[in-house]
């Protein structure tokens, strides 16, 4: 008897549940209604079956509960309501099979005058391109990645060189107008979802996939790897912004082409020493950091990186929160490399400088340290040494406190808390793991014996 | 020649000797002491497999508190906590444990027909488990890749155990398929050799149809695990390209060329699919006989169940790739798998029925096994109506990799199965220990089981119908899940620690009941079923003492009309007929 009624309190309790829960499909944004169409049908069918069996069973099991003086019926078989049974059941299948199947038939046929983009997918981010005024990509390979050709588009493919390459986690995609993703990964699996467009796919090394579909509302949406890829899994995001058409030409035309990248001149460290006597008034003569003015080391640190950061504060990326006190200092200094030039040739000018180990000030338990280093290693490498496709700057060698104070800065959510800087969202949570400040020590202190 | 049974042959009687405190308990080849050995086992690994849930959980809720859990330990417990629950927990159990202990009594033979091979099964079982807990200790610990190990990322550096982890478990997982298939041929062979005079295949209980046809689907699924974890350790170890195309890892282009992830995924999910079954399966025969005993009646449409766990098991064969939808594969495959898919929802359906229409004009006794099994059509049911989403290949594109599917394979798969297998725990406790259970705790231990898993898995549909992603270590700020979510998380926490805690009662009663226990009868809850009617309780080394049993009837003789009990064992003749072999008389 209290099994009965729990049944149906059950049944009650989970149609209550799916009425109030505040938790149901994202509003839409795409095209593919019909997805909401068909789990709407799957729920209709699916929720009469689950209501109607648990109360049959509620029922039958207080007026079949045991009496002494009862006895059960004896009927082997009664092939009638068996097959009553199984036709009802085909019937509803069927119900919720065929829409299923017109609509996935329109998921894979992709409209002809649907335009195209690639979404290349690595550990742990986004990146994308689009065919250019040729309207075809160029071909890509793996032995052709670098820091200078992330994308690997082989340098001789006349294809290749219109190329639009968005080094970036955010892609701009136009309002109303079918879009054919093409989906490329560098190294493992990852997925590509955005919960409001409804579909999603998987990127596979070594093969293409794709999804389309046609935009419907004007927004940013988060794109998440929703497929197993690495410890930083959860920490790999992106987003896509639906524009008006004209809006997304002008975005558009501001991105590079692959022969823009590639014709980029060399830094020159002449004209970057100039600049430099600017920051070596903090970052010191030599580059080599100064704590009292709480400028870290430079010299040795990945040029890439350097760039990356720089850009961030001209951008207001990084040095705008106004707990960032030394970020806030940063900022202006930062805007006086007013082009990619300038900032080449500083970098360039960086990297003729001496790279001595600077002292070391932080103390931590080394070997609780190395523990929780294995996260780390797997984006900033084994020995600390920085890895440019994980878009990771060195660590080991540079200066300690520093890294402290970056590491509490992410954790407190003052430095990575800008929308649109994805590596420092990245860090951020990243630095999820770091429940206490002793972790933090712990872990610089053994990036110190590195 | 008459027929004589294998394990009745002179030669044999060896076998069934006295023996040392070691040949007893130790190098045992009675199946029924190996069958505890399996469970053992099994369930202690089960146990390590749930604390690392808890441990899961606990991060999911709490984020800030818990500085062990790093995201590398995070994806290791998820990965541990998958693999110990689908592979040593439930599939050792149900074949090894309940294989073991029932094929042999509900056939009535004395034992299985290769003893020696049998307990050379556990002791290889055994060899994975200590492989497997071995990967705990090792630099980098274990894997991290999740269950399903998909290449490239479970051997490339990224993710946690790449150095050592996902060799052990790619060994252990070799040597568990060793094990059971030197299980899996004697379960098979029994049942089609060793089955006692009258023991139609259309006589035997339900428990041995289940736990028989899931192991052909094991001997036939596990093989396409052990090709790919051999290619994978080859990938990994001499640098093949199996599995491993040209790919970039930590900014440098790898030698691989060529091979294929998705292959990898078409033979893991070739096993994986028909796992599932041989999971359910043995669930399902079980549940089957716990209903009919405790309803005192009659299993409904007994060939019709019969018949669905064939087709079951051999549509489990052709929906392999259901799981996936949005891997990549050539998409037009998704209307061929979408199909089949939905159409084994047919004959699973047949068996949810037909469990309510034994129950339906019976006799119930609410004993503990009879609560577990109808909290087991309870969430069996919502496991397979949630089924019906993932199935659809255009329903599953938003659901998938989502929340909704963490809570639809726990409800089918993980609590399902498990409630099945306290229900059984509890149904053969007597004739095992020869002791009853304490009732009383066995009641808490259902309701706070069915009442708290009920309370986890179902708010997850819900949050992956709103897109939360699985295998996150957190969700961290998106555009579209609100702070009710980790609200939502915390209370999921809350229910399954207290889940957790509460199996404390189930041991507390087995523990207790094996020496305080009141003495069972050896037929306590009237059943008709040959273990029920050996000569000790519990059974002996060899069964049957003198005679091996002789069947007459099928196996779910309850209530017929005219008879003052309200049970026909088996074993007991038709008035007036002296035929062993009449399966016709069964329906009269």
């Given at each position: 008897?209290?099994?009965?009624?729990?049944?149906?309190?059950?049944?009650?309790?989970?149609?209550?549940?799916?009425?109030?829960?505040?938790?149901?499909?994202?509003?839409?944004?795409?095209?593919?209604?019909?997805?909401?169409?068909?789990?709407?049908?799957?729920?209709?069918?699916?929720?009469?079956?689950?209501?109607?069996?648990?109360?049959?069973?509620?029922?039958?099991?207080?007026?079949?509960?045991?009496?002494?003086?009862?006895?059960?019926?004896?009927?082997?078989?009664?092939?009638?309501?068996?097959?009553?049974?199984?036709?009802?059941?085909?019937?509803?299948?069927?119900?919720?099979?065929?829409?299923?199947?017109?609509?996935?038939?329109?998921?894979?046929?992709?409209?002809?005058?649907?335009?195209?983009?690639?979404?290349?997918?690595?550990?742990?981010?986004?990146?994308?391109?689009?065919?250019?005024?040729?309207?075809?990509?160029?071909?890509?390979?793996?032995?052709?990645?670098?820091?200078?050709?992330?994308?690997?588009?082989?340098?001789?493919?006349?294809?290749?060189?219109?190329?639009?390459?968005?080094?970036?986690?955010?892609?701009?995609?136009?309002?109303?107008?079918?879009?054919?993703?093409?989906?490329?990964?560098?190294?493992?699996?990852?997925?590509?979802?955005?919960?409001?467009?409804?579909?999603?796919?998987?990127?596979?090394?070594?093969?293409?996939?794709?999804?389309?579909?046609?935009?419907?509302?004007?927004?940013?949406?988060?794109?998440?790897?929703?497929?197993?890829?690495?410890?930083?899994?959860?920490?790999?995001?992106?987003?896509?912004?639906?524009?008006?058409?004209?809006?997304?030409?002008?975005?558009?035309?501001?991105?590079?082409?692959?022969?823009?990248?590639?014709?980029?001149?060399?830094?020159?460290?002449?004209?970057?020493?100039?600049?430099?006597?600017?920051?070596?008034?903090?970052?010191?003569?030599?580059?080599?950091?100064?704590?009292?003015?709480?400028?870290?080391?430079?010299?040795?640190?990945?040029?890439?990186?350097?760039?990356?950061?720089?850009?961030?504060?001209?951008?207001?990326?990084?040095?705008?929160?106004?707990?960032?006190?030394?970020g806030l200092q940063m900022a202006p200094m930062a805007a006086i490399l007013v082009d990619e030039n300038a900032i080449d040739n500083v970098i360039a000018y960086i990297n003729t400088l001496p790279d001595n180990p600077p002292e070391t000030s932080v103390t931590g338990d080394a070997a609780r340290g190395e523990k929780l280093y294995?996260?780390?290693?797997?984006?900033?490498?084994?020995?600390?040494?920085?890895?440019?496709?994980?878009?990771?700057?060195?660590?080991?060698?540079?200066?300690?406190?520093?890294?402290?104070?970056?590491?509490?800065?992410?954790?407190?959510?003052?430095?990575?808390?800008?929308?649109?800087?994805?590596?420092?969202?990245?860090?951020?949570?990243?630095?999820?793991?770091?429940?206490?400040?002793?972790?933090?020590?712990?872990?610089?202190?053994?990036?110190?014996?590195? | 020649?008459?027929?004589?049974?294998?394990?009745?042959?002179?030669?044999?009687?060896?076998?069934?000797?006295?023996?040392?405190?070691?040949?007893?308990?130790?190098?045992?080849?009675?199946?029924?002491?190996?069958?505890?050995?399996?469970?053992?086992?099994?369930?202690?690994?089960?146990?390590?497999?749930?604390?690392?849930?808890?441990?899961?959980?606990?991060?999911?809720?709490?984020?800030?508190?818990?500085?062990?859990?790093?995201?590398?330990?995070?994806?290791?417990?998820?990965?541990?906590?998958?693999?110990?629950?689908?592979?040593?927990?439930?599939?050792?159990?149900?074949?090894?444990?309940?294989?073991?202990?029932?094929?042999?009594?509900?056939?009535?033979?004395?034992?299985?027909?290769?003893?020696?091979?049998?307990?050379?099964?556990?002791?290889?079982?055994?060899?994975?488990?200590?492989?497997?807990?071995?990967?705990?200790?090792?630099?980098?610990?274990?894997?991290?890749?999740?269950?399903?190990?998909?290449?490239?990322?479970?051997?490339?550096?990224?993710?946690?155990?790449?150095?050592?982890?996902?060799?052990?478990?790619?060994?252990?997982?070799?040597?568990?398929?060793?094990?059971?298939?030197?299980?899996?041929?004697?379960?098979?062979?029994?049942?089609?050799?060793?089955?006692?005079?009258?023991?139609?295949?259309?006589?035997?209980?339900?428990?041995?149809?289940?736990?028989?046809?899931?192991?052909?689907?094991?001997?036939?699924?596990?093989?396409?695990?052990?090709?790919?974890?051999?290619?994978?350790?080859?990938?990994?170890?001499?640098?093949?390209?199996?599995?491993?195309?040209?790919?970039?890892?930590?900014?440098?282009?790898?030698?691989?060329?060529?091979?294929?992830?998705?292959?990898?995924?078409?033979?893991?999910?070739?096993?994986?699919?028909?796992?599932?079954?041989?999971?359910?399966?043995?669930?399902?025969?079980?549940?089957?006989?716990?209903?009919?005993?405790?309803?005192?009646?009659?299993?409904?449409?007994?060939?019709?169940?019969?018949?669905?766990?064939?087709?079951?098991?051999?549509?489990?064969?052709?929906?392999?790739?259901?799981?996936?939808?949005?891997?990549?594969?050539?998409?037009?495959?998704?209307?061929?798998?979408?199909?089949?898919?939905?159409?084994?929802?047919?004959?699973?359906?047949?068996?949810?029925?037909?469990?309510?229409?034994?129950?339906?004009?019976?006799?119930?006794?609410?004993?503990?096994?009879?609560?577990?099994?109808?909290?087991?059509?309870?969430?069996?049911?919502?496991?397979?109506?949630?089924?019906?989403?993932?199935?659809?290949?255009?329903?599953?594109?938003?659901?998938?990799?989502?929340?909704?599917?963490?809570?639809?394979?726990?409800?089918?798969?993980?609590?399902?199965?498990?409630?099945?297998?306290?229900?059984?725990?509890?149904?053969?406790?007597?004739?095992i220990s020869g002791r009853m259970f304490n009732e009383t705790l066995g009641k808490w231990h259902f309701w706070l089981t069915f009442l708290g898993t009920y309370s986890i898995y179902l708010p997850m549909h819900y949050l992956g119908i709103l897109g939360v992603p699985r295998r996150y270590?957190?969700?961290?700020?998106?555009?579209?899940?609100?702070?009710?979510?980790?609200?939502?998380?915390?209370?999921?926490?809350?229910?399954?620690?207290?889940?957790?805690?509460?199996?404390?009662?189930?041991?507390?009663?087995?523990?207790?009941?094996?020496?305080?226990?009141?003495?069972?009868?050896?037929?306590?809850?009237?059943?008709?079923?040959?273990?029920?009617?050996?000569?000790?309780?519990?059974?002996?080394?060899?069964?049957?003492?003198?005679?091996?049993?002789?069947?007459?009837?099928?196996?779910?003789?309850?209530?017929?009309?005219?008879?003052?009990?309200?049970?026909?064992?088996?074993?007991?003749?038709?008035?007036?007929?002296?035929?062993?072999?009449?399966?016709?008389?069964?329906?009269?």
């Open positions: 008897m209290p099994l009965a009624v729990v049944i149906i309190l059950l049944v009650v309790a989970t149609i209550i549940f799916h009425f109030a829960s505040p938790w149901w499909f994202t509003p839409i944004a795409s095209n593919w209604g019909a997805i909401d169409t068909t789990v709407n049908i799957t729920i209709w069918v699916t929720g009469v079956v689950f209501i109607a069996v648990n109360l049959f069973l509620a029922y039958v099991i207080v007026k079949y509960r045991h009496k002494d003086d009862g006895r059960a019926h004896y009927e082997p078989e009664n092939t009638k309501l068996e097959v009553w049974l199984t036709s009802i059941t085909a019937l509803g299948v069927a119900a919720m099979l065929a829409p299923g199947l017109f609509v996935w038939a329109d998921f894979v046929n992709v409209p002809e005058d649907a335009a195209e983009v690639e979404v290349v997918g690595q550990q742990w981010r986004w990146s994308y391109r689009f065919p250019g005024a040729d309207g075809v990509f160029g071909s890509t390979d793996i032995p052709n990645m670098s820091v200078d050709n992330p994308f690997g588009i082989s340098p001789d493919d006349p294809a290749g060189q219109d190329d639009i390459l968005v080094n970036d986690n955010t892609v701009h995609v136009p309002l109303n107008k079918p879009i054919k993703f093409l989906l490329r990964s560098k190294d493992v699996l990852h997925d590509f979802a955005v919960a409001e467009f409804r579909v999603k796919m998987d990127l596979v090394p070594g093969m293409v996939t794709y999804i389309w579909l046609t935009p419907t509302k004007t927004g940013t949406y988060d794109i998440l790897c929703e497929e197993l890829c690495g410890m930083a899994h959860y920490a790999m995001r992106g987003a896509v912004v639906v524009n008006e058409e004209n809006e997304f030409d002008s975005w558009l035309s501001e991105q590079p082409t692959f022969a823009q990248t590639v014709a980029r001149p060399v830094g020159d460290p002449v004209a970057g020493q100039a600049f430099f006597a600017v920051c070596a008034a903090c970052h010191g003569p030599q580059g080599e950091g100064n704590l009292a003015l709480n400028a870290p080391k430079t010299a040795g640190q990945e040029g890439w990186y350097i760039k990356k950061q720089i850009n961030s504060f001209k951008s207001g990326f990084r040095g705008a929160h106004k707990d960032d006190i030394y294995t996260t780390c290693a797997a984006c900033h490498g084994r020995q600390g040494q920085g890895i440019w496709s994980q878009d990771a700057p060195r660590l080991a060698g540079m200066t300690d406190w520093y890294l402290v104070q970056q590491l509490k800065n992410f954790k407190a959510g003052v430095r990575g808390d800008h929308a649109s800087d994805f590596q420092g969202r990245q860090m951020a949570l990243l630095s999820l793991m770091l429940k206490d400040e002793q972790a933090i020590h712990d872990i610089v202190a053994y990036i110190n014996t590195l | 020649m008459a027929y004589v049974a294998i394990a009745d042959r002179d030669h044999e009687h060896h076998l069934h000797d006295p023996q040392t405190f070691i040949t007893k308990y130790i190098w045992s080849q009675d199946h029924k002491v190996i069958a505890i050995q399996y469970g053992i086992t099994a369930i202690s690994v089960g146990v390590l497999a749930m604390i690392l849930s808890a441990m899961m959980r606990l991060q999911l809720a709490f984020p800030d508190v818990f500085s062990f859990i790093t995201p590398n330990n995070y994806y290791q417990f998820v990965t541990m906590h998958g693999m110990i629950m689908v592979i040593y927990l439930l599939t050792a159990l149900f074949l090894g444990g309940f294989g073991n202990f029932l094929i042999p009594l509900m056939c009535g033979a004395r034992d299985m027909v290769f003893p020696y091979v049998n307990m050379l099964s556990f002791w290889v079982y055994l060899l994975s488990v200590i492989i497997l807990m071995a990967s705990f200790f090792v630099p980098g610990g274990p894997t991290g890749a999740g269950w399903t190990l998909y290449p490239p990322q479970s051997i490339l550096p990224g993710t946690p155990g790449t150095d050592w982890g996902i060799l052990f478990m790619l060994i252990s997982l070799a040597v568990f398929i060793v094990a059971f298939t030197m299980g899996g041929l004697n379960y098979v062979t029994t049942v089609l050799q060793a089955r006692c005079r009258g023991m139609t295949l259309m006589r035997m209980p339900l428990s041995v149809w289940g736990i028989f046809v899931a192991t052909i689907l094991g001997l036939l699924a596990f093989p396409a695990l052990l090709v790919s974890a051999v290619m994978m350790i080859l990938d990994k170890t001499i640098g093949t390209s199996f599995f491993i195309p040209a790919v970039l890892s930590m900014g440098e282009s790898l030698d691989h060329l060529g091979g294929s992830p998705i292959l990898f995924q078409h033979l893991f999910w070739f096993f994986g699919h028909p796992e599932v079954y041989i999971v359910a399966l043995p669930a399902f025969g079980i549940i089957s006989d716990l209903i009919s005993t405790h309803a005192r009646k009659n299993i409904f449409g007994y060939r019709m169940m019969v018949w669905a766990i064939v087709a079951i098991g051999a549509l489990s064969f052709v929906v392999w790739a259901h799981h996936m939808y949005v891997s990549g594969m050539n998409p037009y495959f998704g209307f061929f798998f979408a199909t089949t898919t939905l159409i084994i929802a047919i004959p699973t359906a047949i068996k949810v029925y037909n469990w309510v229409l034994t129950l339906w004009q019976g006799n119930i006794r609410f004993t503990v096994p009879m609560m577990f099994a109808i909290g087991f059509i309870f969430t069996f049911t919502h496991g397979g109506l949630t089924g019906l989403f993932l199935g659809n290949v255009t329903v599953d594109l938003p659901l998938s990799d989502t929340y909704f599917v963490v809570g639809h394979f726990h409800m089918v798969m993980g609590v399902s199965p498990v409630l099945a297998v306290f229900g059984a725990i509890y149904h053969w406790f007597p004739k270590y957190a969700n961290g700020i998106t555009d579209f899940i609100p702070e009710s979510a980790q609200t939502m998380n915390v209370g999921i926490t809350i229910a399954a620690l207290l889940v957790a805690v509460v199996q404390i009662i189930f041991f507390v009663n087995i523990i207790w009941s094996l020496r305080n226990g009141k003495k069972a009868d050896s037929n306590p809850w009237g059943a008709t079923t040959l273990e029920w009617q050996t000569p000790d309780t519990p059974p002996k080394h060899g069964n049957w003492g003198p005679e091996l049993p002789v069947v007459y009837r099928w196996a779910y003789d309850y209530s017929v009309p005219g008879q003052s009990l309200d049970f026909i064992p088996q074993t007991e003749p038709h008035h007036g007929h002296d035929s062993v072999d009449d399966e016709d008389k069964d329906k009269k």
